[in-house]
């Protein structure tokens, strides 16, 4: 394990107004340059803690060290793709930074061509399938140099054959691009393509490790 973690949590506890716990003292590293996966029921808190992560909830306790620039893609990407081309889109998210416009075409021209969309930089965005859209996701956060990608069920929506080219790809760009990765999966085949896991339970990491042995351990409960 590298010695320096990309993202560190710990003991972060969560409640919504109504009382609901939703993460009850939970703690985590993921160690910088490498894809992890965070895994739980249905409720257990896994987009919860993402969001926190990316700052986009306030945690109630605890501490949360996050190492680098985020990028966040969505399970659905019609919730952030917001221009109507591909290229524009992923420019769109440049629009803070100091760049001239051959900067800007450089870094979308670049980031495009790491997740193999750059023969459809000026097709629609509504014309993209599922998989290409989170690509086009992907490539956002790329072109403004992201460390760190947080990623919700990102194949949730995608055909097998998608889920697949996607999650291998994520998997070559974390190796690639020097970059750190946490996915939130239910798909336990995703397990092959990533260097640990997380098991999310009750609030709080019950497990995590060698994603083959969390496979094995999550195919025994069925
Ligand atoms: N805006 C909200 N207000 C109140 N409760 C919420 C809100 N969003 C989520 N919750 C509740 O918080 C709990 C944790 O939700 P979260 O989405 O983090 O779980 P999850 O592990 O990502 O689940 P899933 O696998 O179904 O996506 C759930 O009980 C959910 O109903």
Redesign the pocket.
Known sequence: MSQHPAITVRDVSFE???G?V?LNHCSLEVPAGEFWMLL????????????ILADLLPRKSGAVAVNGQVGFVF?NPDHQLVMPTVGADVAFGLVEERLTVPQVRQRVTEALSLVNLQALQQRPIYALSGGQKQRVAIAGAIARHCDILLL??PTALLDPESQTDLVQQVSELVRQRQMTALW?T?RLEELDYCDGAFL?EGGRVVDSGEPERLKRRLMSQG
């Open positions: 919504w107004n109504s609901s939703v739980g029921t249905n409720g257990s808190g896994k987009s919860t803690l993402l969001r399970q919700d069920e939130v239910h999310l």
